[in-house]
């Protein structure tokens, strides 16, 4: 961190208040930092002192900083926020990254459009006049009649890779999928004079009332049943992103008449399970999320799959599933705990549903492999494997539940299991 200078900061009380700005406007562009972290923040500079720019930096990071993708997107809220001398020209940079040519790490970018974003705030309104003192820049014409639609590339879009706009829009985009479901036919039967099956109680029961004599063979056929919709999803450090994704998808389907499911029950997992299906039911998204991330504990944390599905098979199996419920497993499936005891839990788990498929936003990545002894354990036992990182991954959810035969990249990645066993 050379090249950061030092920092001339006056002695006087407004350091607590810049501070709390800054943080806020870490905050808007992502981070999860609460009243807490800022205190410790303005405690911490005090004791360290804010001579140099260096110590200042680190501090904050320190203080602010808990996960290690927040890394970047803190250094350029940092550049921006504390005097960066080209702080107007380096936001139309971000403002206009294709036009400029700027080619860069698509992790790095995000985090610079989400900086700009949270201190974009309030400038905007100049911008216009900026670029009238620019005329001697060379302007470019782009034809977009042939390019990709905003709404059309943010369906493509990572959830790990929106800035802070982009995953606006993507919640209002999820907010109106759906997500459909044929019912199937239950071995309970309803009247249909077209039926394929006779009904004996019917047909006697008619008899009885004329003497015995068989006037009429009443027949039935089976009658339509919608299954359940039981959601367990990983809410783990390395998932939370997409967790909060999928959850606003969920809320969505819970919360839509007409869907088909006959209930929706969702669960969360990290180091322990949780039932937020209450608190989904609130009808508002964002009062519902809350409430959810006050009923689970373990958001960002630790990971144990095998313990919890133990719990969700042990405690909530025969109360949500027992009329052949269709299960989505939101996870990476990066487990530490033993791979038996996760392939037993899996097992269970994949009897009990009429249906398991399992998102992972691992797919993703061109060169996923099951290397990781957890997918390994895990794999045999889905019916479906399909990504889960972008909103046209999940609205390919309702092929991989309609048609039975829909196994997704299963196939494929148990022909890799087997070479390389």
């Known amino acids: 961190m050379s090249e950061y200078a030092p920092l001339d900061l006056p002695d006087n009380p407004r350091l607590t208040h810049n501070i709390t700005h800054f ?15 800022v205190i410790d923040a303005v405690r911490a500079v005090a004791m360290a002192g804010f001579t140099s720019r260096t110590d200042f930096f680190y501090t904050l990071r320190a203080c602010l900083v808990t996960r290690p993708e927040h890394l970047a997107v803190f250094a350029q809220v940092f550049r921006l926020y504390w005097r960066d001398p080209r702080y107007v020209e380096h936001m139309m940079a971000m403002m206009l990254p294709a036009i400029r040519g700027v080619q860069e790490d698509r992790s790095a970018q995000a985090a610079e459009k989400r900086a700009a974003e949270a201190l ?20 470019i014409e782009i034809d977009a009649s042939t390019t990709m639609s905003g709404e059309e590339r943010l369906r493509q879009l990572d959830f790990e890779q929106m800035s802070t706009a982009e995953m606006s829009a993507a919640k209002r985009m999820l907010a109106r999928l ?11 039967g309803e009247a249909s004079p077209q039926g394929r099956r006779i009904d004996a109680r019917r047909s006697l029961r008619a008899a009885l009332r004329h003497g015995g004599e068989m006037r009429r063979i009443h027949r039935k056929k089976p009658r339509d049943r919608w299954p359940n919709l039981v959601v367990i999803c990983d809410i783990s450090g390395s998932m939370s992103q997409y967790s909060r994704m999928v959850l606003h998808f969920l809320h ?9 499911w006959a209930r929706v029950h969702a669960f969360t997992f ?8 209450r608190q989904l039911a609130t009808r508002d998204v964002d009062a519902a ?21 133990h719990a969700f098979n042990r405690d909530w199996s025969r109360r949500v ?9 939101i996870t990476d499936g990066l487990d530490r705990d033993a791979p038996e005891a996760l392939s037993h839990e899996m097992e ?24 990781a002894q957890g997918i390994r354990a895990m794999l045999p036992h889905v019916d479906a494997f399909r990504a889960g990182h972008s909103i046209a991954t999940l609205e390919d959810l309702a092929l991989a539940i309609s048609r039975r035969d829909d196994t997704g990249e299963k196939a494929r990645l148990m022909a890799a299991l087997e070479a390389q066993d």
């Open 23 to 37: 943080a806020r406007a870490l905050r808007a562009a992502g981070l999860p930092i609460g009243t807490g972290r």
């Open 120 to 139: 974009l705030d309030g400038i905007s309104r100049d911008l216009p006049e900026i670029e009238e003192h620019e005329s001697d820049e060379v302007q």
């Open 178 to 188: 759906t997500l459909p479901v044929k019912p199937f036919a239950s071995r309970r």
């Open 252 to 260: 969505a389907v819970a919360n839509q008449k007409g869907a088909g």
């Open 270 to 277: 990290g180091t322990r399970l949780t039932n937020i299906t």
């Open 289 to 309: 999320l809350a409430a959810a991330g006050r009923q689970a504990q373990d958001w960002e944390g630790g990971t144990k799959i095998g313990a919890c599905l």
């Open 321 to 329: 599933m027992g009329q052949g419920a269709v299960v989505l497993l």
């Open 348 to 371: 269970r788990l994949h009897l009990s549903s009429r249906r398991l498929i399992w998102l992972n936003p691992l797919l993703r990545w061109e060169g996923f492999a099951p290397k």
